[in-house]
């Protein structure tokens, strides 16, 4: 992207993104005090391009706030009060059960911390609602209030996360962290923990397997410098982890807290530099939301432009923010979520609480598989007619059988199950004699996977079949497969696991602590069979008008012959991502056969008949 600066501070800035260089705290600083709001803007757009393409992400969610008492006085919070004042409510399990309904994806429970509730009344509130509606993902309790039974309770972080898990948690939302700060927890929440227990709360959350959220509360006392600071730090821990889903800015709403000088709300330039900035510092989180009970639809669409790739969802019955003053509706329906979307320009993506795509708003998508060995494909498109979706292999395949995806580099198992609607076209993803990328890291041998558990990433369709092949016809050994979701997991509970893409990648380079052994699919496959495998075919549904395909052949042969002139160049910043070189990106992407020719179509004919017998015998993987 060609951008013309008149903050001239903002080009070395930019260069370095584009090298996939990240940035400082004085760099922080510079994005936060330009005027140059346009220039920031398109900045953030760029590296929200490369991560989400066109997309868009919301969910049908509620939000739920049992209680507003609570033991703190928080001077920023409006929501909270005292145990027998007329303002103060509890809410019983069922009364919270008669907010939800079936078409909901997500519920978030957060809430106030009254003196006199038991243990056992929070875990049950989790277990009642996840065995009530199995379908709605529970995203419960912020780092503060996991704090707080830790301490009420006697039990140790660990603990209290194993059991929320069991009972049916699957996410933690990113609130209670406001600014790492330590002056400004002294001022305004003295009561609340600080940087150092939040960040260690939210790591416990990710080794057990809990993905959780990260958020700022800006716009009250806290200095530039102080929001760059909170931005590092939640950076450094998602480099140590991975488990962050999402950040969210949430603009600071007055009310009538009293906090000196903040007696107004954020501008709309404030908002949208700090999700601009968010995007550009957070270079290692998937997602950056523009959350619009904070922010105002008109500044929330806005955003979408700013670097923003999420919108929150319907949520209802939201009360801190309104309490202290926020202007938004109580609830923004469906319809008027696809509308905001829709007129940004981008593809209206209905999620799950782990972001992959529930459904799909817009015609005309291109489905891209967002990992490394892509971007040859992707990196100089002309999407013209087209949208583009990054999304896993194995999403891309459910949304094309209901007719969401128009044309995609489809996993290959996919396209063998939808060839009656799918045209084959000439390029694809195939190794030679090893790939890197689609690994098995095991703690036995091949013949030892007898009966074994073996966790396979949600991603994945082709190399879990792939993985079952090698497997049954190759060594005669039959494992148990279960699914991992998209988020973290805790590894322990697995006698090996298959990982692709990007992951798989860095746990190759970088290794997978608690597994001893490494299996390349493809050189397995290659051993065996003397022949490339192809894990990835690009296909146009038959219904797509003629002109559009020829369209999409042209652009796709230009990008693929562009990037092959410089694979270092186009797979810098995202080889930068994963931890790797310059020189080992090209070695990555050399090692690809992108064209269909007469070896890859003779691979992928035996690997059909391999899959024919598996089919014959056992029911479909999940």
């Not at 429970?109 to 989790?126: A, C, F, L, N």
């Amino acid at each position: 992207m060609t951008i013309a600066f008149r903050d001239n501070s903002l080009i070395p800035i930019w260069e370095r993104i584009q090298k996939g260089e990240r940035l400082s705290l004085e760099e922080g600083v510079t994005l936060f005090k330009t005027q140059d709001l346009i220039s920031l803007g398109k900045m953030a757009y760029s590296v929200q391009q490369a991560k989400s393409g066109d997309a868009v992400y919301f969910v049908l969610n509620r939000k739920i706030e049992p209680t507003n008492i609570c033991v703190l006085s928080c001077k920023f919070c409006d929501f909270a009060t005292k145990k027998g004042r007329p303002d103060a409510y509890e809410m019983t399990i069922e009364e919270i059960l008669s907010k939800l309904s079936p078409e909901l994806h997500e519920v978030h429970i957060t809430g106030g911390m009254p003196p006199d509730w038991p243990w056992k009344r929070y875990v049950e509130m989790v277990r009642v609602i996840h065995e009530k509606y199995p379908t709605i993902d529970v995203k419960a309790y912020t780092a503060v209030e996991i704090d707080f039974f830790h301490k009420k309770f006697k039990k140790s972080i660990e603990e209290v996360l194993i059991e929320l898990k069991e009972a049916g948690l699957r996410t933690m939302p990113g609130g209670g962290s406001e600014v790492f700060s330590e002056r400004v927890r002294r001022l305004l929440f003295n009561q609340k923990i600080g940087a150092k227990a939040w960040l260690d709360i939210h790591r416990k959350a990710h080794r057990l397997g809990i993905p959780t959220n990260a958020t700022l509360l800006y716009g009250h006392i806290e200095t530039l410098e102080e929001r760059v600071i909170h931005l590092i730090k939640l950076r450094k821990l998602q480099d140590e982890t991975g488990g962050f889903l999402s950040f969210i800015p949430l603009a600071f709403q007055p009310g009538d807290t009293g906090i000196k000088g903040r007696s107004e709300f954020t501008s709309a330039i404030d908002d949208l530099k700090t999700i601009a900035v968010s995007r550009l510092m957070l270079d290692n989180f998937p997602h950056i939301k523009a959350y619009w009970v904070m922010l105002t639809e008109e500044v929330a669409a806005i955003a979408l432009n700013f670097g923003a790739d999420d919108i929150e969802g319907t949520v209802g019955e939201e009360h801190i923010a309104h309490d202290a003053g926020a202007i938004s509706p109580m609830k923004l329906a469906k319809d008027q979520i696809i509308k905001i979307i829709r007129d940004a320009g981008k593809i209206p993506v209905e999620r799950d609480i782990f972001y992959n795509p529930i459904n799909v708003y817009a015609d005309h998508i291109i489905g891209k598989i967002p990992y490394l060995n892509s971007v040859p494909f992707y990196h100089n498109l002309e999407k013209r007619e087209f949208k583009i979706l990054p999304i896993s292999p194995r999403r891309m395949g459910v949304l094309s059988e209901t007719g969401k995806i128009d044309a995609g580099l489809f996993s290959l198992v996919d396209y063998f199950y939808q060839e009656d609607r799918l045209e084959l076209l000439n390029w694809c993803i195939a190794t030679r004699d090893q790939v890197k990328s689609v690994m098995l890291f095991s703690n036995h041998g091949w013949l030892d996977l007898e009966g074994k558990v073996i966790g396979i990433t949600d991603e994945t369709a082709t190399s879990v079949r792939l993985l079952q092949v090698l497997l049954e016809k190759k060594y005669g050994v039959r494992a148990i497969f279960k699914r991992l979701h998209s988020g973290v997991n805790d590894y322990r509970q697995y006698d090996a696991v298959l990982l692709i893409g990007d992951e798989a990648l860095r746990r190759n380079k970088f290794g997978f602590e608690g597994f001893e052994l490494v299996y390349d699919l493809a050189t397995e496959w290659y051993e065996w069979q003397k022949l490339p495998f192809v894990f990835a075919v690009w296909a146009v549904r038959k219904s797509v008008p003629d002109t559009d395909k020829q369209t999409l052949r042209e652009a796709l042969e230009r990008s693929l012959v562009l990037a092959e002139e410089d694979f270092e160049k186009i797979g810098v910043a995202h080889g930068k991502e994963i931890g790797l070189t310059g020189s080992e990106v090209v070695e990555y992407l050399g090692g690809f056969n992108f064209r269909v020719g007469e070896r890859e179509r003779e691979a992928m004919r035996v690997f059909h008949q391999f899959v024919e017998e598996l089919e014959g015998i056992k029911k479909p993987l999940p």
